[in-house]
């Protein structure tokens, strides 16, 4: 079964919009845990306009699942990772700048520095997942980097979904194949929604996991959240 790990992002942006504690993102990540939610994600952004550095390090000691912390390796972002020790890092080439993550890693051109990256953290004891294209090259340049799993960008596939669902899906049923093959982990998220999740859970063999925020806080402002966690686990099942 694929596992749902919430991106709680959206509740710290909106708790920041105050600058109180309102909403409570600690009491958040706990309910959705109590909801059923299998792991709990965040991507500290340098700016720390939505999730803090002190976030990472209070939720530590509360999530109950799998905690997992994406981001640029930048070295601040590394020391985070080191000290906080959540079961997985994802790394993400994401501008200073971007709004939101936009592409996945070159792991070709950047095969040293991953190769490097994914060393300190694995001995560390944290596990490694890189977010990438669904390109088979790319892929068995996330295998070279020796990295344990990799993240699917999935918003081409969102995106793409509502025209034609089976040539959005196809590049990444091919990067899934060639990631099996090779032994790599497989996860995937980015504008996963309630409407898209099933059949891309469907058709891609060996998800372990899918990291979803967006679509799905925004959805809960009408379904509620113990009602959405439970919809993405019926749609996961
Ligand atoms: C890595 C990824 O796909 C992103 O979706 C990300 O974690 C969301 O970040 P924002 O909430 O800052 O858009
Ligand atoms: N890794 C993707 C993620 O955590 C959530 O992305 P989105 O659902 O906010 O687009």
Known sequence: MTKLSVNVNKIATLRNARGGNVPNLLKVATDIESFGGQGITIHPRPDERHIRYQDARDLKKIVKTEFNIEGNPISKFIELVLEVKPEQVTLVPDSVDAIT??????????????????????????RTSIFVDPDPKVIEGAKAVGTDRIELYTESYATDYENDKEKAIRPFIEAAKKANELGLGINAGHDLSLDNIKYFAQNIPNLLEVSIGHALISEALYLGLDNVVNMYLQRLK
Request: net charge neutral; proline share 0%; hydrophobic share 40%.
């Open 101 to 126: 993550s936009n592409a996945g890693w070159d792991t070709i051109a950047h095969k040293e520095f991953l190769t490097d990256v994914i060393k300190t953290f694995k001995s560390a004891g944290i």
